[in-house]
């Protein structure tokens, strides 16, 4: 292990990097409160001022994946497809077996200019998680309890509320609607087998209900369907703590632009549709497994300097305050003022783990998920 790399592993480093990311994103919070008042009077400057001030908090992830872990996703596409990529409103289809499959996401809607604007369908509850979650809730995004009965008013607004956004957007819907685990894949192939669909290998049965929703409020605002498809090489099984502590890992993701048109508008033609497609991208796992690669030629989209320069920025004015802060404390000579410090310190900390904790894959379901079993084999 090289010096730089047992640096990067060391916890003051990642105790800095989630100090920085916990302030900055509760002042970024802050910044979206005051926005409050503009809403009633310019919704579309007030939209993209929230846009902004994602992009300062999401980026900042981006830039730790990116250029702390030194993590690069490659792009399997084709360049015709790619031109569109950034240009157009779409509906992003992605598989969901990673923990970290949400910051390679967002690393490709920064490649392409839309991390600030782009959007998902995620569960009610990460819309309490503080930071990201009340980011969130002003950023539009769509939260569902994956109760159709009771999402279905919100979520049909929280489309249609989209259809004047004022920046370009991608929609992320994750169909199989939770994270793959051998029990839920197990569960979910009962159904398959019950309603005569082909069984999957390494995908959960797609809920459809959403994505058909999806596709029919938005037709008219988005363009086409993306349909990506995410591993990883060697059958590494990613975790946010590996990126903090700055493992570099190797992603790849097959994106395929299937033009809005082409999806039937009749829901059972649309589950049918979204079935199918589900069992292509099942297709394109196993061959990746046996092959390392996905179809298609790869293109290069280079990582951005805004991400890290953005993060540099954060980083040095709130170690500069802290520096400041803990310098006062301690000439204070005040044990309450001390006590205080050290307490917040085990809050930081504490409340960092639990939001980690969020993305991880329960430890109580089987992960040894297909898509990586290659590499146990
Ligand atoms: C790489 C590119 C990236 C681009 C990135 C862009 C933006 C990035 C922005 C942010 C990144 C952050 C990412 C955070 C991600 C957060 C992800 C989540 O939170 S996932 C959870 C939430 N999402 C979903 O649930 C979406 C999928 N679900 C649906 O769409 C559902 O339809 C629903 C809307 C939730 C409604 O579900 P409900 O169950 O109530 O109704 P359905 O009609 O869908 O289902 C009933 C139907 O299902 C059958 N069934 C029963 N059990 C199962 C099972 N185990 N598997 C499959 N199917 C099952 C059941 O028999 C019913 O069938 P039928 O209708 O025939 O009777
Ligand atoms: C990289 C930045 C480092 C900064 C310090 C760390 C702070 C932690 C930041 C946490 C960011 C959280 C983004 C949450 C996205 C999690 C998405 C997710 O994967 O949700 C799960 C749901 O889809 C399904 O849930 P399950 O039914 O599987 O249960």
């Known amino acids: 292990m090289g010096l730089v790399q047992w640096l990067k592993s060391q916890f003051l480093c990642q105790l800095i990097i989630c100090y920085g990311f916990l302030v900055s994103g509760l002042l970024i919070n802050l910044l979206q409160i005051c926005t409050l008042p503009l809403w009633p009077i310019n919704k579309q400057l007030a939209r993209k001022i929230n846009c902004k001030l994602g992009y300062s908090l999401t980026s900042q992830s981006v830039a730790i994946l990116e ?22 409103n779409a509906i992003v289809i992605l598989n969901h077996n990673f923990e970290i499959d ?17 959007k998902c369908l995620a569960k009610k509850e990460l819309s309490y998680m503080p930071i990201i979650g009340w980011m969130w809730y002003f ?9 159709w009965e009771e999402d279905e008013t919100c979520f049909v607004q929280s489309l249609q509320n989209l259809r004047d956004y004022p920046e370009k957007f991608w929609f992320l819907i994750q169909c199989e609607g939770t994270r793959f685990t051998a029990e839920k894949h197990r569960i979910s192939m ?11 290998k390494h995908h959960i049965l797609p809920r459809t209900k ?3 929703v999806a596709v029919q409020k938005l037709r008219g605002t988005v363009a086409a369907v993306y349909c990506c498809t995410l591993n990883f090489r060697n059958g590494e099984t990613p975790t946010l703590r590996g990126v903090i502590s700055g493992t570099t890992y190797h992603p790849d993701i097959y994106i395929r632009r299937i033009p809005l048109g082409s999806v039937p508008e009749d829901e059972t033609e649309c589950s049918a549709w979204l079935h199918k497609l589900y069992q292509e991208k099942d297709k394109f796992q196993e061959d990746y497994i046996q092959t390392g690669r996905f179809p298609g030629p790869i293109v290069t989209a280079p990582r951005s300097p805004w991400t890290l320069i953005n993060w540099l920025v954060w980083t040095s004015l709130l170690l ?6 803990l310098f006062q404390v301690v000439t204070s ?8 410090t050290v307490f917040l310190c085990f809050a930081v900390s504490f409340g960092v783990r639990r939001m980690i904790g969020e993305t991880e894959i329960r430890k109580s379901d089987d992960i040894i998920t ?5 590499h146990i084999n």
């Open 139 to 147: 950023l539009e995004m769509v939260f569902i309890k994956r109760k």
């Open 333 to 340: 000579g005040s044990i309450l003022t001390t006590l205080a």
């Open 210 to 212: 959403g994505f058909w």
């Open 320 to 325: 500069y305050t802290l520096c400041l802060v």
């Open 370 to 374: 297909p898509v990586c079993q290659h």
């Open 102 to 118: 949400f910051l390679c996401g967002w690393s490709f809607c920064d490649r392409f200019g839309l991390l600030g604007s782009s």
């Open 67 to 88: 250029w702390w872990s030194g993590t690069e996703v490659t792009l399997y596409t084709d360049p015709e497809s790619c031109r569109h990529y950034g240009k157009e």
């Open 190 to 200: 009962e159904v398959a087998e019950k309603k005569g669909l082909p069984k999957l």
